[in-house]
């Protein structure tokens, strides 16, 4: 190990390298609640060129190195191991240039996704890509695991908003195709591999994005719905209506609602309880025209009694009021003793039998836990909290995921595999599929140094 | 030889094996205009089976193969070399399954896409990719070749709308990720290594499609524009005021409109020709409410003089006739003796630039020919074409491919490099970025038999 210390201090300089007691605590955990753990050394680099001389040297040593960006992830991708070194992209910060006409921003890939957002609008437009750790999130790690978040709906994943791409392989090699236009089949997209590979093929440390014009009149309502069919009814009708306008479309359900005004002391939004609440946002435009085109959607979809119920937000503290529902998990999630929370996928069309089975199993088995569900019902993605005190996290993990594998669907639909998760992978992928990852993974990274045991 | 096809015969049965004059001259050429070979072998395989059989079989004895669809593709991509066995999957065609609740369409790869629009619609969605050969071309070639077209603007290449893949590796494994979810995170997504790559890191076999809501109320217009930067100014404000209404944003310049009218005789659109016209469409809603929000939109883009002269269609009559000016290529460009055309890319914001360079040189180098400019400007990808007796079409790609190194473009926005472009992928690709795509293409396919001699 020392041999690679002192390469790396010979190579990048002092004041670029930690070891021992050195290393701060935020190199220590990501979020995925694994124990803190030190890792052998941190590198901290100036500029891509730190990067690669760091990454050319732990290859030529085969040392396994850990990368870390704003360390918010939930799977352990950035979390280290004591035999890690770890690099932080925390000095790659800055926007480079936003390129009004090309509708771009490049930026280096340890600033804050906040910071882009910001920037963009700014600029008169916005960014594509929020999720709830925007503040310390970095665009690198949004990027590195296709981040998913709010706008997944209307913009897609991390990776639809990605048009360019630099990044450091294994073996320090920096390859750079920092692309601004929307259409370039000019080889193999090579980016495309980068995105989602949670740091195993590659570091990235410069990020194109494209920039997105800013949705007017974002108007908001709450809808109940009898059952998940006919929330699915509601989403092709309002995607159809609303054309590209449609923003959000987040389900609750009734055992979600309780915990929102049981555990939070949120007011029921309804008289009665529903089997289904739906959180709708759409841009139909500035003013009365499109306020008048909301409610009309809105008042055809009650009238014919998909929507049972409806309220429609009057003002923006309406609109803070019913987003507090969907919000409320912040509130008491860290507050459970224990818990297990999930980020699965299901193909819509089985979203309303897997409710009811992981809605049984957790009756059924952890009948003194809080257990609620809710999440992106338009992207297939739902979230399952269970927690109480006396989880056996395992146990629950292991019916939970069961429960995804019976119905095809994904463990990780946006949170990524990192360490947490991979012994959960072949639930959701064949051996084809895990040997062609395997054989990817040997071509780009023959010494097994980037995020060695994530993923794979 | 004989020993490849003595396997092919035993594995697959006479019916799927052709050889000599047996094999019909559809599997000679593509579209590429290269001049017409014929293959080793044809192998017609009913299932993917067959195709994993195949390819096993030409996997062991280094046999190269190039797999054929709709035979559409302008860059030689399909086209045969005569030491190639030709793979044609036109026998594995048919829908599997629409899932109108999780918004997928199931194919065969040798489905031909206009199939899969017609099914789209009836079930009361659309499909997302739209181009000219859609009669003839197959889902399995525009997935292998990322295909652009006419809808990249409001619904991307072909990779967005791409969920799952089921696909043949180099030596015969099948690897299937019919996902139907939105989100996934699990493990890489190695489908997005196999759009856009050409057929030459896997066959194709089956692929899950999302399916968009149908546009409501769409409107079109023609806007006359002082130049590309008021056009590129005129596209941010109709995006914005539009939101994910704008469906479309094509540029013809002047030269371009003078052709229209002298070659195929349509009668010019305004009183005096204008340096660059738009065509414009967007989905605004059904009615009158859908006809006013259109018609202030543009009203307000010509009262600020953004907009110099515009003519609104009122019907599907006046719609044609502005959509023919868009489409007089296809009628004057097949008559040329001699003629290059041209898919490439630049940032947009040097559109204007780039354009003035070519003509340019088109003016100093090749005065006698016809040579126009047009495209999806919001795309980034312009089409050029220069034709007429006596060009030489080797001078005038190295000229016109100078210029698009020089603003940093792609030789290739959405045909793909095939055969015909191999000479200049290295204008728009660095060497690390080229030896990691051979990097990639050795993992996948040591024995270099997809599509050898295409791309790379």
Not at 139 to 168: D, F, K
Request: proline content about 4%; some cysteine; hydrophobic content about 45%.
């Amino acid at each position: 190990m020392s041999a690679v210390l002192d390469d790396l201090h010979a190579a990048l300089g002092a004041d670029c390298v930690r070891a021992g007691a050195d290393i701060p605590a935020r190199a220590h955990a990501d979020a995925s609640g694994v124990a803190p753990t030190r890792p052998l050394a941190l590198v901290l680099p100036r500029d891509v060129e730190g990067v690669s001389r760091a990454l050319a040297i732990c290859h030529a040593h085969g040392q396994p190195i850990v990368t870390q960006g704003g360390m918010t992830g939930l799977a352990g991708g950035a979390h280290p191991y004591e035999t890690d070194v770890a690099l932080s992209l925390e000095r790659l910060t800055g926007i480079e240039e936003i390129d009004v006409e090309a509708g771009t921003l490049t930026a280096r890939a340890g600033t804050p996704l906040q910071v882009l957002q910001e920037a963009a609008e700014e600029a008169g437009f916005m960014l594509g890509i929020d999720l709830g750790a925007r503040g310390s999130c970095t665009i690198g790690g949004n990027v590195s695991t296709n981040a998913g978040g709010n706008n997944v709906l209307r913009y897609g994943m991390t990776r639809r908003n990605v048009l360019g791409l630099e990044a450091v392989l294994a073996d320090g090699t920096v390859v750079s195709s920092l692309n601004k236009m929307l259409k370039n089949n000019s080889g193999y997209d090579w980016t495309q591999l980068m995105i989602g590979s949670e740091g195993t093929l590659g570091v990235v440390t410069r990020v194109v994005l494209a920039l997105q014009p800013r949705p007017e009149g974002v108007r908001t309502a709450l809808c109940a719905v009898s059952d998940t069919r006919a929330a699915l009814r509601l989403l092709r009708v309002l995607e159809r209506r609303f054309a590209g306008g449609l923003l959000v479309f987040e389900g609750m359900w009734r055992d979600f609602m309780e915990a929102a005004t049981r555990e939070v002391g949120l007011a029921p939004p309804f008289a009665e309880p529903h089997e289904l609440l739906i959180l709708v946002e759409a841009a139909t435009g500035e003013g009365e025209a499109g306020t008048a085109r909301f409610e009309e959607v809105l008042g055809a979809v009650l009238e014919d009694g998909l929507v049972v119920d409806a309220i429609v937000a009057q003002s923006e503290s309406d609109r803070a009021r019913l987003w507090a529902y969907r919000e409320s998990p912040y509130e008491y999630q860290p507050k459970l003793p224990v818990f297990v929370s999930f980020d699965v996928s299901f193909p819509r069309g089985r979203i309303g039998e897997a409710v009811a089975d992981m809605q049984r199993a957790a009756r059924a088995h952890w009948p003194d836990a809080l257990s609620v569900v809710f999440g992106h019902i338009a992207d297939s993605n739902l979230h399952l909290i269970v927690g109480g005190p006396g989880i056996d996290k395992k146990a629950v993990e292991e019916r939970v995921y069961g429960i995804v594998a019976s119905y095809g669907g994904a463990v990780s639909a946006e949170h990524g595999i990192g360490r947490n998760k991979r012994a959960y992978l072949a639930l959701s992928r064949s051996e084809p599929e895990l040997a062609l990852m395997r054989t990817i993974k040997r071509a780009l990274d023959p010494a097994d140094i980037l995020n060695r045991g994530r993923v794979l």
